[in-house]
């Protein structure tokens, strides 16, 4: 008889600014890990950055003696600004995120008007995960799935028995994911969740956020039967049409995220700020009517 493979232990931190969630992803205490989403703060306000989000994760990693293997993100983020370079730089690891982050580059390039030497073709990341992509965190073994939709270049990570869906799915009371971004598509978001969706119905499911209704407590875990019975956007019985419709009236009505100008243009450079000018500072651009 054959040993079932080893399961995925899951650490979610929530960082409440963002109501973002980072995972720690590894089998056993002292075994490889990979962290997922992180989150490094920045005030808007001030333009300061601080590290308190990122701290967490490197506590746990090093309580738990983890090494880490991979940096992963879902996507380009338009709601926070990773800290993958600061995790690699304190803990080690690859970052990575699906290959078609440079439809997202190409786009954005143009919409900041970026430095000439701004490359397009993904080159910020250690590596680029193409759909259907094995990968290995020790005993642990990773696919990707492209779930377009929310972004062009949104992924998912199934790892063992969990799937980390990204910006695809929240809770069932609070539904699905925008799809007004640039390159966003509300039907190919309905087409990318019920691919996750038909994985079997114990299959874990992790949101990358929450925002909670009716001051119920922050809660980030699922699964498929879960989603398919209760979610308010995709459940079952709802139609690609319905969902379509609902997706672009909502949409037209929400306010774009407070972070979105400047996490987008960090992002999509994996993490790091821009090139500095001649007085030593990073800026962000601010496009004025452009968004």
């Not at 998912?156 to 910006?167: L, R, T």
Request: hydrophobic content about 40%; overall charge negative.
């Amino acid at each position: 008889m054959t040993a079932s493979a080893p399961q995925p232990q899951v650490h979610g931190i929530v960082d409440p600014a963002t109501w973002t969630v980072t995972y720690v992803v590894y089998e056993k205490e002292g075994a490889p890990a990979a962290i997922i989403d992180s989150v490094l703060d920045y005030d808007p306000k001030s333009g300061r950055t601080r590290t308190g989000s990122a701290d967490q994760v490197i506590a746990f990693v090093k309580e738990k003696r983890l090494q880490v293997e991979w940096i992963l993100e879902t996507h380009a983020h338009a709601d926070h600004i990773t800290a993958a370079p600061y995790l690699k730089q304190t803990l080690g690891g690859k970052t990575a995120i699906g290959d078609r982050i440079t439809k997202v580059q190409s786009t954005f390039k143009s919409i900041f008007n970026l430095e000439p030497g701004f490359a397009t073709d993904g080159r910020q990341f250690d590596h680029l995960l193409q759909d259907g992509e094995s990968f290995t965190i020790g005993n642990l073994t990773g696919r990707v799935m492209y779930v377009p939709g929310h972004t062009p270049a949104c992924v998912a990570y199934q790892i063992g028995n969990a799937v980390f869906v990204g910006d695809t799915l929240f809770m069932p009371d609070v539904g699905t994911a925008r799809c007004d971004f640039p390159g966003g598509d509300a039907r190919a978001l309905f087409n990318s969740v019920k691919k996750i969706l038909s994985l079997p119905p114990e299959t874990r499911l992790f949101m990358c956020h929450d925002y909670p209704p009716n001051d119920r407590p922050v809660a980030f875990e699922s699964t498929v039967a879960e989603q398919r019975a209760k979610n308010i956007h995709v459940r079952d019985g709802i139609s690609e049409e319905q969902f379509v419709e609902m997706r672009t009236k909502r949409d037209a009505m929400l306010e774009m995220p407070v972070l979105i100008l400047p996490s987008v243009q960090v992002n999509i450079r994996a993490g790091q700020m821009p090139p500095r000018d001649g007085n030593g500072i990073a800026y962000l651009k601010i496009p004025v009517n452009a968004l």
